[in-house]
């Protein structure tokens, strides 16, 4: 009787507890090592209470502090940057989200989606936020969809894909910006009170200034191997925004969309404003585990075939520009044979006839092959190539036009221009209005008349080299705010039918150089190009850079002839470390460096299983040093692949071994450097022997010299 009592007592005191808890659900998006924890506070509004290390015991849930609202609306009572800004029909800008329901369901292996709806208690505006969790991988991808059921349309004037909050005692933000042919540079900086803005406004080529994704080291500096790294990556085309945000409480809000600069977007009801992904991962051992989470999940999910490898190639951009016939060209492929590599690729300058692209000043836009220069047409290369067993790819830049050009001609109306003002030219071109289906349906056309022709193209290089400017849609009329977000949706819309069409058709995406570089564009894209600077000192930072985020499968490196103060092997190396291919004739190069191309081509591809698809541990790095390593370890740990380069040594510089990083402590590993000139040997200390993946982690190898501009390529098998 006694012991009914208390139950009966406890279940009356808890009551209250349990329909609060119920009320006030929490809901918990969350991958191997990383927690997002959000509830519902006794007002029905959604909190952030949580973002950092997974906690473990749901019991701890509780005590966690209330955090910030997740979703910030403009208008109500915060004081600083909000997510969304809406106008209601009735002139009303502001906007109350209350929690309605969210779900949660597993899609495949390890991958989960949590959707949280969110409504206004006011007007029928409904939010859902999208958390798509990659457990294994430690990244969460989010989205945002908006949509209402007022009589008119509502204007967006903002409409982030994420908002994240942070409580840490300091911030330190990690851009990488440049311009062409110096992307993706490296500084970092703390944040204080008061909003850091990194954005584009270019429209298209958007990337050329700055890249898509960020590294957020929190309490201390980023380092390679250890502390809290939020890295980000929005997936969005064209102008991105993403803004740091630190308030009089110390607190640091991200908010991470489409650039709503010149953008307001009337949503009429019933359709649904669907924001672009971002992508975040957090990492507890630096920068270099989130590049790993990074390329694993690029690999697995997101990458066109991630899965699969890459082919080399010759490209003849340097080494004809646009100087080249028929017969050059085939010459050219018979280098291609020699060299060893699996495709020719022709670059710009094969097309039009009324105004023949003999330079980047006309032609743009007209793509039938240049008579006298291709009498028999692209069809004999295809043919060419194929006797002779390598693959055949070709360069476009359907997206745009030069004002010299017959498509100009034709369709002055298919161009992105102020109707009233005189022109302005980039690079002598201009960029089709994408936001019009039927220039989407020209773009494509290019794809599709060429393989159409030409089945047997293995390959495109998908160029862009202008962004938008005196911005104005003949197509969009009164619609103009739309016309950024349009051209992108539309871009993608071709790009959709071009994958339908052709799934098995490799793409490289170039913009002028690494002018785009965003993981929604590498859904259509195995590679791109990440800059026009092939100098081997400047690449090593390049690729450093890009190499934060995208796997080397992803990263087009070619040999060339810039700098030829550093040698083939420096310049071979360091190539290597991306997605080999050559930009360069055979005549460049003297009988000894062209048997060492060769035979790189050759270790390229016996190393491919670590380069391509290994994990990559970055040991040294080219900033702040005059030397720098990276290694690649193949998934099992049975091999490996280091690179070491001295760039500019000091006299008498002490120099220390560097240690090894990602092995097997327990195999034992033969270390052997390959990759040298003919006739050369290695000088590198303990080469050929036997050590143990221990000593290699703890005490390391001696790679750097004193020589400038040398280069060491060093395997590492396990016995
Ligand atoms: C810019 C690219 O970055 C180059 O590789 C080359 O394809 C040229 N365009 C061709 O015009």
Redesign the pocket.
């Known amino acids: 009787m006694k012991l009914r009592l208390t139950l009966l007592f406890c279940l009356l005191v808890c009551l209250p507890g349990i329909l609060i808890a119920a009320d006030t659900p929490t809901i918990k998006i969350e991958t191997e090592n990383i927690s997002l924890i959000y509830r519902v506070g006794d007002n029905g509004r959604l909190y952030q209470h949580y973002l950092g290390r997974k906690l473990t015991y749901e019991s701890d849930l509780n005590h966690l502090p209330q955090g910030t609202e997740a979703y910030l609306t403009h208008g109500m009572e915060d004081y600083f940057e909000p997510a969304i800004q809406i106008l209601h029909n009735d002139g009303n800008p502001s906007l109350l989200l209350k929690y309605v329901t969210h779900s949660s369901s597993s899609l495949e292996g390890g991958v989960n989606e949590t959707i949280i709806t969110l409504q206004d208690d006011k007007y029928p505006v409904t939010i859902k936020l999208h958390y798509i969790s990659y457990d294994k991988e430690d990244i969460i991808k989010t989205f945002t969809e908006i949509s209402h059921r007022e009589k008119k349309p509502v204007i967006l004037s903002r409409y982030a894909s994420s908002m994240l909050h942070l409580n840490r005692a300091k911030y330190f933000l990690t851009e990488f910006a440049g311009d062409w042919a110096h992307e993706a540079n490296i500084t970092e900086q703390e944040l204080d009170f008061g909003k850091k803005v990194v954005d584009t406004k270019l429209g298209a080529r958007a990337n050329m200034f700055v890249s898509p994704f960020f590294q957020l080291a929190v309490d201390r500096k980023a380092e390679e191997n250890s502390g809290e790294v939020l890295v980000g990556n929005i997936g969005w085309t064209g102008n991105f925004q993403f803004t740091f945000e630190v308030d009089n409480k110390n607190e640091l809000r991200i908010i991470s969309g489409i650039n709503p600069y010149a953008s307001e977007y009337q949503l009429p009801a019933n359709e649904t404003f669907r924001t672009p992904d971002f992508y975040f991962t957090y990492s507890f051992e630096g920068r270099g585990q989130a590049s790993r989470n990074f390329h694993d999940w690029a690999r697995r999910y997101q990458l066109k075939d991630g899965d699969k490898t890459r082919m080399t190639l010759l ?1 003849n ?1 340097e080494a004809t520009y646009f100087d080249f016939n028929e017969d050059k060209l085939i010459g050219l492929m018979d280098e291609a044979v020699k060299l060893g590599v699996d495709m020719f690729l022709l ?3 094969w097309f039009a006839n009324k105004y023949p692209r003999s330079g ?1 000043h006309q032609g743009l836009g007209d793509w039938d092959e240049t008579k006298d220069k291709l009498p028999n047409g692209v069809g004999r290369l295809v043919e060419e190539a194929k006797k002779k067993g390598i693959k055949f790819g070709i ?1 476009i ?1 359907p997206e745009m036009v030069n004002p010299k050009s017959e498509l100009y001609e034709k369709h002055k109306d298919w161009v992105i221009h102020l109707p009233n003002r005189d022109e302005y030219y980039f690079r002598n071109q201009m960029v089709l209005d994408l936001s019009n289906p039927a220039v989407q349906d020209h773009v494509f056309g290019v794809v599709d008349k060429l393989m159409t022709n030409y089945p047997d193209i293995a390959f495109f ?1 998908w ?1 862009c ?1 202008s962004p938008i400017t005196n911005i104005y849609s003949p197509y969009l009329k009164n619609k103009q705010s739309h016309l950024y977000i349009k051209h992108v949706r539309g871009l993608y819309n071709v790009l959709e039918r071009v994958k339908a069409k052709y799934p098995n058709l490799p793409m490289m995406l ?4 690494g002018g785009r570089s965003d993981y929604e564009a590498l859904k259509y894209f195995t590679e791109f ?1 990440p800059s ?1 600077n092939t100098d081997p000192i400047e690449r090593l930072f390049i690729q450093w850079g890009f190499s934060q985020i995208f796997p080397s499968k992803t990263l087009c490196a070619h040999v060339t002839t810039w700098n030829r103060s550093a040698s083939i092997k420096f310049r071979t190396d360091v190539a290597m470390m991306g997605k080999l291919g050559f ?1 360069i004739k055979l005549e460049d190069m003297n009988g000894d460096e062209q048997q060492f191309c060769r035979q790189a081509v050759g270790h390229y591809n016996q190393l491919k299983p670590a380069i391509l698809e290994g994990d990559l541990y970055r040991l040294v790095s080219p900033y702040g040093s005059n030397h720098t390593s990276s290694m690649f370890v193949d998934k099992d740990k049975k091999s490996a692949v280091v690179f070491a380069f001295d760039i500019y040594p000091r006299y008498g510089e002490k120099l220390l071994p560097v240690r090894l990083q990602g092995l097997d402590r327990y195999k034992k590993y033969r270390v052997k450097e390959i990759n040298m000139m003919p006739g050369s040997g290695s000088s590198l200390q303990g080469n050929d022997q036997l050590f143990s993946g221990e000593y290699l982690m703890t005490v390391g190898l001696n790679m750097f010299t004193t020589q400038r501009l040398h280069s060491r390529v060093i395997e590492i098998v396990a016995q």
């Open positions: 490209n951009w670059d710009d300058g980047d360069w830049e290089k160029d080299n170039c913009a002028g150089g190009w026009d930009d």
